[in-house]
């Protein structure tokens, strides 16, 4: 008997996995669990993949659905891990607890590197693991170093080809190659999605929003994110749209809502807020945006790459200044979406969709940038990199990259030696400071 265990915590990762399941890129097995995970900071406030709008579509492909919230109450799934001499007592219990018997397991997970995956991993030792990818970071670097015994299982990365010609990097160091679910197997699973969501309002080809809630991840304040939705809404007016819908993410809190009621209203915009937790493809299909904006949302390359809509990103040079540490595991999304689309402001870039990089430049840029955050996983792509750098480095190019990180790693574009000591020196770092406060009065 083989059970099949496929982990999700977003319904957007568990249409990634119906879509896989419809394409056979998993054998036959006698059993099939979805084991559901609500990782949100606070789950009990915020609904799990299994409780959102369309998840009874997709429920089908599945024989058990079991939480792993429960399994572990009254643990956060994202901070419990089983210790490693509990991890046989555990698998025990969990097989008793899910009526495994004896059964071989195969385990699909995403972020294999981070709890909650890499700890069911742990439990099921001697399991195959598929990991699939329901985003935009499984083309950068695997976050750090994974247990050789966890890592030598996986067998293979699935993943969305949402950006054509650029291959994940993700778990090479194990050898581990990329198989691509179908796009069209895809579409056709979000377009079973496409009537759910009752409450939605009918807004027909509006400039569509979408927030993400970057101060929770303390990338930006509170503050700084409510600009940067109201930049979004002045930005879609300017560009003449005067139907605007705001998507906000489902922790945000709903005063950034209402502000943005206010000055939608100031400039003459009808906008609406969709409160109803649905995925963004879904509004894609019910409502066909004029145009979707966003920072660096998986949505909206799937929004580009899936449904041929009109997209446009704003914020991302902030965060490629703020993300720390270099490391920081956005860096390889916002990179790819800061290259691949135009800024909301560039009025003929947004209109023509012009997109400068090709496969190949996008994939050396991309190969820096994840050397560059994890040298010591992936030393071999060193001389690639270093040509890169050398070729590639230039004013357009060096917003990806530290060069403080150039220097501690001996790059091309590093700091010389003869002037090493500067970014340590105190006096020279605060006249550098007060330069470039005078150079932002002037222009401003």
């Not at 969305?160 to 796009?183: M, Q, R, W």
């Not at 009918?202 to 700084?224: D, F, K, R, W």
Request: hydrophobic content about 40%; charged content about 25%; proline content about 7%.
């Amino acid at each position: 008997m083989t059970t099949q265990i496929f982990l999700a915590s977003t319904l957007y990762g568990t249409a990634t996995l119906a879509a896989a399941l419809d394409s056979d890129c998993f054998a036959p097995a006698d059993r099939r669990i979805l084991l559901v995970s609500n990782n949100a900071a606070t789950p009990e406030t915020t609904p799990a993949p299994d409780e959102m709008p369309g998840f009874e579509r997709l429920r089908a492909r599945f024989d058990d659905v079991i939480s792993w919230n429960e399994t572990i109450s009254p643990f956060h799934p994202g901070g419990w891990q089983p210790r490693n001499d509990d991890a046989p007592l555990w698998e025990r219990h969990l097989r008793l607890a899910w009526n495994l018997g004896d059964d071989d397991i195969e385990l699909a997970v995403e972020s294999i590197q981070v709890h909650p995956a890499l700890g069911i991993a742990q439990i099921f030792m001697g399991a195959p693991v598929t990991v699939y990818a329901d985003g935009l970071m499984s083309y950068g670097p695997t976050r750090n170093k994974i247990d050789p015994l966890v890592g030598t299982r996986v067998t293979r990365l699935l993943h969305l080809d949402l950006v054509p010609g650029l291959k994940p990097l993700l778990l090479t160091e194990f050898g581990v190659e990329p198989e691509i679910v179908a796009t069209d197997a895809f579409s056709k699973v979000l377009a079973e999605l496409e009537d759910t969501g009752d409450e939605l309002p009918v807004v027909e080809e509006p400039a569509l929003l979408l927030g993400q809630y970057l101060s929770a991840l303390g990338i930006l304040t509170a503050e700084e994110e409510e600009d940067l939705h109201v930049r979004m809404v002045k930005g879609a007016v300017e560009l003449g749209h005067t139907r605007v819908v705001f998507k906000p993410h489902p922790s945000a809190p709903a005063r950034w809502s209402r502000h943005l009621e206010k000055e939608a209203e100031k400039l003459g915009a009808d906008l609406t807020v969709v409160d109803t937790p649905v995925l963004a493809e879904v509004l894609y299909q019910r409502m066909r945006p004029a145009l979707v904006v966003g920072c660096f949302s998986t949505a909206l390359l799937t929004a580009s790459a899936l449904y041929g809509l009109p997209v446009a990103r704003i914020g991302t040079e902030t965060l490629l200044e703020r993300l720390t540490p270099y490391e920081n595991s956005n860096r390889v999304p916002v990179t790819i979406v800061d290259a691949l689309l135009p800024e909301l402001s560039d009025r003929a870039a947004v209109t023509e969709q012009r997109q400068d990089l090709d496969a190949k430049e996008l994939t050396g840029l991309v190969r820096a940038v994840g050397y560059a955050m994890q040298p010591k996983i992936y030393p071999d792509l060193r001389p690639s990199v270093e040509r890169y750098l050398t070729n590639h480095l230039n004013q357009y190019t060096w917003r990806y990259f530290k060069r403080r990180r150039l220097t501690s790693l001996a790059l091309p574009g590093a700091v010389p030696a003869q002037l090493a000591f500067i970014p340590r020196n105190a006096t020279v770092r605060r006249v550098a400071r007060r330069a470039r406060s005078l150079k932002r009065a002037t222009l401003g």
